[in-house]
């Protein structure tokens, strides 16, 4: 009987749903390689997929990324030098990932998106470099890790996505980066939004606007962080006849309000170079969207209802766009990867 008992046990990796729950960065670089190999792990990859959306993990990391302090990396242990050049090939391979998304879909490209960030940028974490240098590094991993999230949302692989999501934020953290961040938090709260996490889609695009305010956002960017913002109460009204009341059009409203404000102070057109520009057509299209939610008229203006048209056309035209028709599909109904 003992024989039989003392079998080797078996070596216990945390859980891949675990791997996230904080945002202690002291392990940032191996917590972000170890999720990616297991993507690629054939005998894990089904597993990643399966996994649900978990929004009591969500809190924890609102609290994380705005009150812990910053750790410092745990890199420079490995054999690779890291160097600017590294970073401007992560950089030029989320712009080249992203545009071949909007062209081909989520479907072919998530593969080879997991494959560059297991093969290329989880060595690069590990290596060797000037804190200058690290700091940057972190800062284009941050939108790649993204980008793999916002596929697997694409894809309908809730669980999946949000892990790769909180990967982002950790990266944002890890580089001190508000603004990288506010876009991860942004995403993050478009997924609960989506989900019906109404409440936590409403906490984390405020915690979005503020991270992007405190980071000296630049105002194009501002303004589409508090459009963004808006759609969660939109939603919610929508989504609920008896929310649709003073308090809550008044609320989407100031926030619109703010967001034509910050748009018509941009005077540079300069956004982030990791994304697409969010210019006046798109701006009027999502604002008319949100007061559509709430029962509002804020589309019966001649001049928006041609913005918004106009960008609606020019978008699915150029992106071989899809969009599942509806009696409530409006310009605004269909999200586009950044």
Known sequence: MERWLAVPQPVVEPAPETEVSGLAVGCCAESAGRLWR???DTSRRQLLAALPFTPTVLGEWLVSWSFDPHAPSSGNAGNV???????RAIQEAHEAFTRMDHQFGAGL???AVIDFLASKVAPLLRGRADDDVRTELFTAASPMARLAGWMAFDLSRHGQAQLH???ALKLAKQAEDGLTGAWALATLAQQACDLGQRRWAIRLAGAAVEAAGKAGAPSQV???LLVRQARAPAVSADSDGNRRDA??????GRLLAEAETAFARDTTGRGLSWKDSFDQAEMASEAGYRWQL???SWLLRPTRLSRVT???SRRCCSNGCMCWSSSSTAPGDCTWPE
Do not use: F, K, N, Y
């Open 222 to 224: 501002m303004a589409e």
């Open 247 to 252: 308090h809550t059009i008044g609320a989407v």
């Open 294 to 296: 709430v029962g509002g």
């Open 310 to 312: 106009s960008w609606w």
């Open 165 to 167: 999501l909180g990967q």
């Open 109 to 111: 490209l998530r593969p």
């Open 81 to 87: 030098r890291v160097g600017v050049s590294d970073v």
């Open 38 to 40: 297991r993507e690629i």
